[in-house]
């Protein structure tokens, strides 16, 4: 495969795996879509070997992580841009509050990330603890302690729609 | 509480077909628009090197055929050289001629010599009109304007023994010592030892200025990466402790183009980040070849390390005449960190500024620890 190639293939394999990575960890559907250009950038303009395709997605995803590590540290993370969801991708209306998503997002990015990982990459913990450099007791601190707060939120949003207004 | 709904909700989003296409043109016009603008500053600001490199690689090949041309050579460049003789014979120790070319829509890509170490590598060559005519450029087009639509790919096609960053740059001007045609310098440097002895293709396509492609053309050369690889590895295994981390220097490896540092961190790192390799600073005394990870360290004791504490480890190479060449620090390279849970292993690299034979080298000092070469 040429470089233009592998490109391709790369776009074709991890481009909305990056997108939604990104997303988990921002909540910003526009930062995530920069994030994910970004990590193509780096991708195309350095030689990178892998290993097998584990250790390609892996690294990919650790790239993704620290790219918005990166961004969160940078001023420019609060550029004024209007949220605006392009041609570029399709998202569902998954900001109203019934939406599990929403609820994730409720939750503080350390959270949200492991449970990305592990609910949606399907990792294990060791495997998480490899991506993220985090230890393997902390992820499963993690993994424990965000799903409890996830099932206070959405008990909490239960309970508001309960007793909304007119309610007794 | 239902998470596979999350895995649901999740794959909503994506991008569409026109999104993937947007996505992979942008990426190539990015990645362009930004190497054309490192190349630029990596051309202000490393003039000297590639000058070096590009003189002493020609000179190298130039000595196995007349010891006269070098001599002119050396005179012509003695205000970047130095006019050292030192210099002369180790460049004619580890560099290697090759002189091999293809010619393609009557313009002849040579490559004409190599010279480096246990992982870096400058190649020559030089393109010019096959049938010997003056190379002309478009008016009001400059060298500088010049660069090949492949460019992001770069020249040489190497192959890595193990996972790692190899960093190629390639950088087109003037020839030195023939007016008629141009000289492309690639610079290669990886993470991890090169294989010396591989077949090598090295791939041009398309001379162009801006968006215009002055030369319709892919040009293949090949050759073997080969040359007399002088790098020196001394064993230290002294350790010292900073805050409360001990830091124990492996070795140094030490050539006549490069300096390493091989140093475990009794820490484990919390946070690691892979960003691309890249070259930098070069625009003061010394440059420097950084791998960026960043790194958050942690201690055994659970405490979290400033990320700029690996960085801040003093690290100097002490000539002979008492000259100092200090490292920066801003930059590491760490080895398989992640499969140990309590060591980072990191490597600081300079590439030298000037060819710095080994036997001007009096010391290597890391953080107080001073290693004697002689």
């Given at each position: ?24 960890y921002?909540?910003?559907?526009q ?28 690294f990919?995803l ?20 209007d ?75 239960k ?10 | ?8 909700e ?111 590598a ?5 393109l ?21 639509s ?48 591989q ?49 124990e ?14 140093y ?22 010394t ?35 008492g ?9 590491a ?17 300079l ?14 000092v ?9």
């Amino acid at each position: 495969m040429n470089k233009d190639q592998e490109l391709e293939y790369l776009v074709e394999k991890y481009s909305d795996t990056i997108l939604r990575l990104s997303y988990s960890y921002l909540k910003n559907l526009q930062d995530a879509q920069d994030i994910t250009q970004n990590v193509f950038v780096k991708l195309y303009t350095t030689n990178y070997v892998f290993k097998n395709s584990e250790h390609e997605k892996a690294f990919i995803l650790r790239m993704t992580i620290n790219s918005c590590k990166d961004l969160l540290k940078n001023s420019w993370k609060n550029k004024i841009c209007d949220f605006e969801i392009s041609e570029n991708i399709v998202t569902p209306n998954f900001e109203n509050e019934n939406s599990i998503l929403w609820a994730v997002n409720q939750l503080d990015e350390k959270y949200r990330m492991i449970i990305h990982l592990h609910y949606y990459e399907g990792y294990k913990a060791s495997e998480i603890s490899k991506i993220t450099g985090i230890t393997i007791p902390t992820v499963y601190t993690r993994l424990i302690r965000g799903r409890e707060l996830l099932k206070h939120i959405l008990e909490e949003e239960k309970g508001e729609e309960n007793y909304g207004p007119g309610q007794i | 509480m239902d998470l596979d709904k999350y895995k649901k909700e999740m794959d909503d989003i994506h991008y569409t077909k026109k999104g993937k296409e947007n996505l992979f043109e942008n990426t190539k016009i990015i990645a362009k628009e930004k190497q054309q603008s490192t190349s630029e500053f990596k051309k202000v600001r490393s003039y000297r090197k590639y000058a070096i490199a590009a003189t002493l690689i020609v000179a190298s090949s130039v000595t196995v055929l007349a010891t006269d041309t070098l001599q002119n050579i050396v005179e012509i460049f003695s205000p970047i050289l130095g006019g050292n003789s030192a210099q002369t014979e180790i460049i004619n120790e580890i560099g290697r001629p090759i002189n091999s070319s293809d010619t393609e829509n009557n313009i002849t890509i040579t490559a004409d010599a190599i010279i480096g170490d246990e992982t870096t590598a400058f190649i020559v060559y030089t393109l010019e009109n096959s049938d010997g005519t003056t190379f002309e450029l478009p008016t009001g087009v400059e060298v500088s304007d010049l660069h090949f639509s492949n460019d992001l790919i770069y020249g040489s096609k190497i192959e890595l023994a193990e996972f790692g960053g190899l960093s190629q740059t390639l950088s087109i001007q003037e020839n030195p010592n023939d007016p008629n045609s141009l000289q492309i310098i690639e610079s290669l440097t990886s993470s991890k030892p090169l294989i010396l002895g591989q077949n090598v293709t090295a791939t041009f396509s398309n001379l162009s200025y801006e968006n215009n492609i002055l030369v319709n053309a892919t040009w293949e050369v090949d050759y073997n990466l080969d040359y007399g690889d002088a790098s020196k590895t001394i064993p230290v295994n002294e350790t010292f402790t900073k805050d409360n981390i001990i830091y124990e220097i492996d070795n140094v490896v030490v050539s006549p183009i490069s300096f390493r540092a091989n140093y475990t961190v009794h820490a484990v790192p919390d946070e690691k980040s892979f960003s691309s390799t890249e070259i930098g600073n070069s625009g003061e005394e010394t440059s420097s070849t950084i791998f960026t990870e960043d790194l958050e360290i942690k201690s055994p004791s659970g405490e979290f390390v400033d990320t700029e504490f690996i960085d801040n480890i003093n690290i100097a190479v002490t000539k002979n005449n008492g000259e100092e060449i200090k490292i920066k620090t801003e930059g590491a390279s760490t080895g398989p960190s992640t499969d140990s849970d309590e060591y980072t292993f990191v490597t600081k690299y300079l590439v030298f500024d000037d060819i710095v034979p080994l036997d001007e080298i009096a010391s290597i000092v890391v953080d107080g620890i001073k290693i004697d070469l002689k």
